[in-house]
């Protein structure tokens, strides 16, 4: 079964620190590159980072950078998102999803498939 599976979410305090997990079955995550993207209620589906397959190259949202890390380990056929100095505004449900090829934005969901199921992040005191 081909499918992404999100973990590591939960609730924390402002200023606290969460690592996300995005492990992929049924297919080598190393051939893609894989994005996060989160959605908060009400609101639409935002592109929070990507990394990309040969390079490693990395993009972020604006609201996201300095705070939060992207990396991926192909042994494990894992991607990570390690999230630290977090606010209230990054309470959201998390999502990968991997890139299309011919995809011409990195963080526009548009261009994404394969999405896992999500995780939540809360933060609050």
């Known amino acids: 079964q081909v499918q992404l599976k999100e973990s590591g979410g939960g609730l924390v305090q402002p200023g606290g620190s969460l690592r996300l997990s995005c492990v992929a079955s049924?297919?080598?995550?190393?051939?893609?590159?894989i994005g996060w993207f989160r959605q908060a209620p009400g609101k639409e589906r935002e592109g929070v980072s990507s990394i990309s397959t040969q390079t490693g190259h990395t993009y972020y949202a604006e609201s996201v950078k300095g705070r939060f890390t992207i990396s991926r380990d192909n042994a494990k056929n894992a991607v990570y998102l390690e999230m630290s100095n977090l606010k209230p505004e990054d309470t959201a449900k998390y999502y990968c999803?991997?890139?299309?090829?011919?995809?011409?934005?990195?963080?526009?969901?548009?261009?994404?498939?394969?999405w896992g199921q999500g995780t939540q992040v809360t933060v609050s005191a």
């Open positions: 049924g297919f080598s995550l190393g051939y893609f590159a």
């Open positions: 999803a991997v890139r299309r090829p011919d995809g011409t934005g990195w963080l526009d969901s548009e261009v994404y498939t394969r």
